[in-house]
């Protein structure tokens, strides 16, 4: 029995003459939560949609649960827990008899599904509204319905895309929590995101995608630690200090990234301190080199359009 949950193989997407997915590898093992990262159309969502079998691959292989996505996809999708980017939840029905609907579609029993939306509404902190209807919840509170609703079947695997995006920064904590209580229960998880910090915390390992291929992948501390280093340096020089910066710059034992008003300084070696300090400067502080820098670096600082 391999130990693998997702495997993909020279997989690929095309939409007409558009390659969204363009060949990728990677697999996902059991208890395992794995991250896609990428800029807006790097192609996480058209990824996360072949692996939940809505959308049929172009070619390659993509195995899950065991099994292949073409032939076996009911068997894999009653398996499945889906977060997806945006929620649609029935806004006429209540908390409840939302999450009652998809029971059914499961085919879970009426005795049992009472106790298993109950549990689920515990966890999500929804049980005392569990009898208002879907339009009365914030976005926040929607989202976490949504949270609950994938997990009715008692996943094998969660698929999340975007799983955070538009909450405040309690109720992220909280889903954030909630997800790593599912991944230390077993559930193998894969996510999208575009918060570095919620990569840096969920995530075993992640994968960087861009223009439908994977430019990266690893562990996120030791692909930082390798491809970043250990510190940043970030510089707001002032209008004097933009004076001759790429000579100073040039100067110092590190590598040097712009971005709009603030430089980015990455040391190689012992750094003059001195000589970045004698810029004219608006803000000056130090901090660890994280998932953001490797990102940013690897697929540019320049907005897309
Ligand atoms: P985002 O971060 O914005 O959600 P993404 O990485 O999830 O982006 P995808 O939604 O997978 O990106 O889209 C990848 C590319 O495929 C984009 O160029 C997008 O415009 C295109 N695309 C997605 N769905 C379709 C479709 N149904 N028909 C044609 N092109 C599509």
Known sequence: MPS?????????KRYGDLEAVAGIDFRVEQGECFGFLGVN?????????????????????????????????????AR?????????????????????????????????????IAELLRFVQLDERAHEPVANLSGGMQRRLVLARAMINSPQLMLLDEP?????????????????????????????????????QLCDRVAVIDAGQILMLGRPEELVREHVGERCIELRPTQAGREGLAERLADLDAHCEQAGDTVFIYPRGQLDWGAIAAIPHERLLERSASLEDLFLQLTGRELRR
Request: with cysteine; hydrophobic share 40%.
């Open 164 to 200: 955070t995006t538009g909450l405040d920064p309690q109720a992220r904590h909280m889903v954030w929590g909630r997800l790593r209580s599912l991944r230390a229960a077993g559930v193998t998880m894969l996510l999208t995101t575009h918060y570095m910090e919620e990569a840096a």
């Open 80 to 116: 499945l827990g889906v977060v997806p980017q945006a929620d649609n939840l029935d806004p006429d029905l209540t908390v409840r008899e939302n999450l009652r609907v998809y029971s059914r579609y499961f085919g879970i029993r009426r005795r049992q599904a009472y106790e298993r």
């Open 4 to 12: 693998e949950v997702i495997l993909a193989r020279g997989l690929v």
């Open 41 to 77: 159309g790097a192609g996480k969502t058209t990824t996360l949609r072949m692996v939940q079998c809505v959308l049929a691959p172009t070619a390659g292989q993509l195995r899950v649960l065991g099994r292949d996505v073409a032939s076996q996809a009911r068997q894999i999708k």
